[in-house]
């Protein structure tokens, strides 16, 4: 192995699908908030609690995965 790291790797290399949970998590955030702006059929209003649901959920995650492993290494 020639020591990188990918984008959804862990720093010793093990596939993370937290990582990748939260990058769909937050891209899916933006699609819709743009889909708001862009798209006549569909009101900031509309897509306002979604967004803050997926951008919640993409920060809730992680923050929770560091807490168990913090908890766990102990």
């Known amino acids: 192995m020639n020591g990188q790291v990918g984008f ?15 990058f769909m998590a937050a891209i899916a ?23 803050v649901t997926l951008l919640a959920y993409s920060a809730g995650t992680k923050v929770f995965q560091k807490f168990a492993e913090v908890k766990t290494d102990k």
Not at 9 to 20: A, Y
Not at 36 to 45: A, H, L
Request: proline residues 3%.
């Open 8 to 22: 959804f790797e862990e720093s010793d290399g093990v596939k993370s699908i937290t990582r990748l949970k939260t």
């Open 29 to 51: 955030a933006i699609l819709i908030a743009l889909c708001s702006v862009f798209v006549d059929g569909i009101t900031i209003g509309d897509a306002l609690p979604m967004v």
